[in-house]
């Protein structure tokens, strides 16, 4: 092969290959784009194929009285919060379709003012699509002054669609310490 | 460099380029940044071994002697980084330079300036990922997986790990651009695509599947910095997030990453095998296909690392049957290796050794994967010390020997000289029988219940552990003698033949003199009738 032909032919090799390197570079912000779209894909999907607890929907509020299930109480703190919180009631049993409040009692155990924010869950994790809460403390923040107590209820009531061998649910809270995120925001 | 300032305006003397120093930093040459890969790897190689032998000094007997926990957890974690970023991915970046131009008729890589950033862009984060140790609270101690909360409670080490990741990531997305338009455009005429040898083949689609999932594991690693400092709740339970998320992400990369380990040792055996059975590899194409698929089914088994966060039982079905249909095309690959072999001509050369090695030992670890891809099963062995014998398995005698053996094979090209093949043989069996001293009893221990990642264990533990610590510090002993023997070498080597194994037929073996000469092909070769048929 002449030089002239190898000077054209390695222009034209380094053309294609910037072509290349072009289409290969999109990749890397597609795959960015996808990764970050997993989180509101992953909310999607949980919608959809109704896994998600929280999402779930019912009409159906006649209480059942043909059945009775015992709804135990869990309260947990996030490791080193400085507060106490315990279920006044451990467990009560319901109807399903009947309205029931429940009070948790948490006290602020630290020497100045501090901020939580409780987060549920279900065991068995399932029955969480069955458990409506009409209202509750939880997801909020919630400031307690040094040595506050307070009660906070929690209205619910259990769809009665619940599967038959269902006899036990438990709900439980978690309460994190975001009195430092609260001040940074 | 001050040399260089000296002479600021005196380059008269081209002909001599520049000085040592000046040339490491500045070389674009394939081959001078294939062996600076490839001694990278080879350091890292070693620190993460040393590392490896101090978790073992500490699980020789019960109890707490050699480190703390918290040591213990910084070194469990830095070792597998340090293993999988710095040493094996290093390594075969190193051959693809050295090698991939050679094979297909090729001046230089692609791009030769991005070749060279993507090699130095590495060093900082080795400083970060060492440095770390070195910082308030220590490297970070969460496992490579980097699971939150865990690692959202790490001090700065933590941080500077992230910046590591973000470092290597793009070091391994530009070497990858590089491969694929290297081997996709820079083809001599006659060398087609289905001509190239199965090294180019393997490290095409491993360099796609790099780009595909170092921006997600890029991504997921972003998102643990800005839940860390910046306040979001992406995988904070606190705020509505989930770390469930993060798992999901972490292994949608992570599942694809054991395959960019695996794959180019895969395209090593392939071409190392044929040279000592002196037959070409049985089913050429069905190896690429093989290949092909396995990098397109490891994007949809991310879940089999997640048999225990409570997916629904049709998820895991799915990610269970998913991952099974994997041994297909492995076990294609592991067939036409037996096949190539069958009734060959075959001598048992130091590279050949490690491939037989590589057959028999990754078999061995690909079926105690498929033992814990069945999802009921691996609920009872997730995170035990079945799951480190099962990986280690794969990753040792594949990624590993499939190095080794590389190393052996083409160190007569490189250098002109010919390794010491008792010495060599020593290696292999003393590592041979090292590594499943070390690792085989992990099985045991796993099936009886031992947590992994843990510095201390029950009594009933210790018979196994005490034999894996000693199986540890003997393969530790076998690594110094590949050292040795490289270095003999290089420095006093025995003059290598051009063509120094019979049965090779790849371009660089055929048409280039040993050593290879600083520059090849600089005329594009006529590889119509020379390339090897299949």
């Known amino acids: ?185 | 460099m001050a040399h260089d300032a000296a002479h600021d305006h005196g380059h008269d003397h081209h002909d001599h380029g520049p000085g040592p120093w000046t040339r490491i930093f500045t070389t674009t040459n394939h081959k001078d940044i294939g062996s600076m890969y490839l001694w990278f790897a080879f350091f890292m190689f070693f620190v993460g071994g040393a590392m490896a032998l101090v978790l073992r000094a500490e699980l020789f007997v019960p109890g707490l002697q050699v480190v703390q926990p918290e040591i213990f957890n910084s070194l469990t974690t830095v070792h597998a980084l340090v293993m999988i970023f710095g040493a094996v991915m290093p390594a075969f970046v190193g051959f693809a330079n050295w090698l991939i131009p050679m094979q297909i008729g090729a001046a230089d890589m692609a791009f030769p300036r991005m070749n060279n950033w993507s090699f130095w862009i590495m060093i900082p984060a080795a400083l970060l990922l060492f440095g770390s140790f070195l910082v308030p609270g220590g490297a970070a101690a969460s496992g490579w997986t980097l699971y939150p909360p865990l690692v959202t409670q790490g001090g700065i080490g933590t941080d500077m790990t992230i910046f590591a990741i973000h470092l290597l990531g793009a070091s391994s997305i530009m070497g990858s651009i590089n491969i694929i338009t290297t081997i996709l455009n820079l083809r001599a005429p006659g060398m087609t695509l289905m001509r190239m040898p199965l090294f180019c083949w393997t490290w095409l689609i491993t360099a796609y599947l790099l780009i595909a999932t170092m921006p997600v594991l890029a991504g997921a690693v972003t998102m643990l910095l800005t839940d860390r400092h910046f306040g979001t709740s992406f995988f904070n339970a606190a705020g509505g997030g989930d770390p469930t998320m993060f798992m999901h992400i972490f292994w949608f990369f992570g599942h694809p990453e054991v395959y960019i380990l695996i794959l180019p040792a895969f395209g090593i055996v392939s071409q190392i095998i044929p040279a000592f059975a002196r037959k070409p590899l049985f089913g050429y194409a069905s190896m690429v296909y093989a290949t092909a698929s396995i990098a397109i089914l490891s994007f949809i088994v991310w879940g089999h690392h997640m048999f225990t966060v409570g997916m629904p039982a049709a998820g895991n079905l799915f990610f269970m049957f998913a991952t099974m249909l994997i041994a297909v095309p492995t076990g294609v690959k592991i067939f036409n290796w037996i096949a190539t072999m069958w009734r060959g001509s075959l001598t048992f050369e130091t590279p050949m050794l490690f491939c037989i090695g590589f057959l028999c030992m990754f078999t061995l670890g690909g079926f105690s994967g498929l033992v814990l891809s069945i999802a009921a099963v691996d609920i009872t062995l997730h995170n035990t010390y079945y799951v480190v014998a099962h990986f280690h398995y794969v990753l040792f005698p594949g990624a590993i020997w499939g190095l080794t053996a590389a190393v052996y094979f083409w160190l007569p090209k490189f250098t002109g000289k010919m390794y010491d093949e008792t010495l060599g043989k020593w290696h292999f069996w003393i590592s041979a029988i090292a590594f499943n001293i070390t690792f085989f009893p992990q099985h045991f221990l796993g099936l009886a219940g031992m947590p992994r990642r843990i510095p201390d264990y029950a009594l009933q533990f210790t018979e196994w552990n005490t034999i894996s610590t000693v199986g540890a510090f003997l393969l530790g002993f076998s690594q110094l003698i590949f050292l040795w023997n490289v270095v003999k070498t290089i420095r006093s080597g025995e003059k290598a033949k051009d063509k120094q194994w019979e049965g090779a037929d790849s371009v660089e073996w055929t048409h280039l003199p040993s050593p290879v000469p600083y520059h090849t092909f600089e005329t594009v070769p006529n590889l119509k009738l020379a390339a090897p048929a299949h």
């Open chain 1, 1 to 185: 092969m002449s030089s002239v032909d190898l000077g054209q032919f390695r222009r034209e090799q380094q053309g294609e290959a910037r072509r290349t390197l072009y289409k290969l570079l999109l990749i890397v912000p597609v795959m960015l784009v996808f990764c970050a779209s997993m989180v509101p894909l992953y909310k999607q999907i949980c919608q959809v194929l109704g896994i998600s607890a929280s999402l779930a929907t019912t009409t159906n509020t006649q209480v059942d009285a043909s059945r009775n299930i015992r709804v135990d109480f869990d309260a947990n703190l996030n490791r080193g919060f400085s507060w106490r919180f315990e279920p006044v009631e451990k467990f009560v049993s319901v109807h399903p379709g009947a309205v029931v409040t429940v009070n948790y009692r948490v006290t602020n155990m630290a020497p100045h003012a501090t901020t939580g924010r409780a987060v549920p869950s279900f065991g068995p994790i399932e029955a969480g699509q069955y458990f409506q809460k009409v209202s509750c403390f939880c997801f909020s923040n919630q400031t307690l002054q040094a040595g506050e107590t307070r009660d906070m209820p929690v209205t619910f009531y259990l769809d009665n669609k619940m599967p038959k061998d269902v006899e036990a649910i438990a709900l439980s809270y978690t309460f994190f310490d975001v009195t430092n995120e609260k001040n940074r925001s």
